[in-house]
């Protein structure tokens, strides 16, 4: 399971490099304009990382099944060996974005004080002590892992039911990704807390309720997966 892990983070690893050096370049780019020509009164690395970033993680985990499933199993690996892999590689893939998002909010910080726009701010920035910084990493390790198992329910869903029944089954299997939305709220203030039906929820619970969905959509992937045909010529 660990070399199927390795050997996707070698593969797929240029790619999130690429994408890593795009988004920091177009959220600099992009706060400088806002604070050299307007009003900067929020986290401009929230407004541009957190979205796009958990977007680009389901889309990378979907092409695991129609993509990789078949042309691993060619060169000896065994269906369980893959979907162990993945989960791996998913769990590199969120810890990956985690901490370069908690690393974003912190630069972010230090540039807004010396940059003296911290005065300008409506919206507390998110890391401001240890303990947010750690709330802020939970957080977005499972955000992300969320979205990472429902573009990954998404590609299996397709890859073991064709077209029509992968159609069908997207709604489901976005679950985990927008559950984990619901649970920990899309905004960062106050963190860790959302509104479900008028109940403020705590962090824990936020946590709790996330992980269940994603091993639940975790167990699905591998339920397709075992179960999916495998055959065709491998190019």
Request: aromatic content about 12%; some cysteine; glycine content about 14%.
């Amino acid at each position: 399971m660990t070399t199927v892990a390795a050997s996707l983070f070698r593969r797929l690893s240029p790619v999130y490099g690429i994408f890593a050096a795009l988004l920091i370049a177009t959220v600099v780019l992009v706060g400088a304009l806002v604070a050299g020509y307007g009003a900067l009164t929020e986290s401009a690395w929230n407004l541009g990382a957190a979205s796009t970033s958990k977007w680009f993680v389901a889309s990378i985990a979907i092409m695991l099944g129609p993509v990789f499933l078949r042309r691993y199993v060619a060169f000896g690996v065994t269906r369980r060996q893959f979907l162990g892999g993945g989960l791996l590689f998913g769990l590199g893939s969120a810890g990956a974005f985690a901490l370069l998002s908690l690393a974003g909010f912190g630069v972010e910080r230090l540039v807004y004080g010396a940059a003296g726009l911290m005065p300008g701010l409506t919206e507390t920035l998110p890391v401001h002590s240890a303990g947010t910084a750690i709330a802020v990493l939970v957080r977005a390790f499972l955000i992300y892992l969320a979205h990472f198992c429902s573009g990954w329910l998404i590609g299996a869903g397709f890859h073991r039911f064709g077209p029509f029944g992968g159609l069908l089954l997207i709604a489901p299997s976005l679950l985990p990704a927008l559950g984990s939305e619901l649970a920990f709220g899309t905004e960062w203030s106050p963190i860790g807390t959302a509104t479900v039906a008028g109940v403020q929820l705590p962090f824990p619970v936020s946590a709790l309720l996330t992980t269940v969905l994603v091993v639940a959509g975790f167990a699905t992937v591998y339920a397709f997966g075992r179960a999916v045909a495998i055959s065709g010529k491998i190019s």
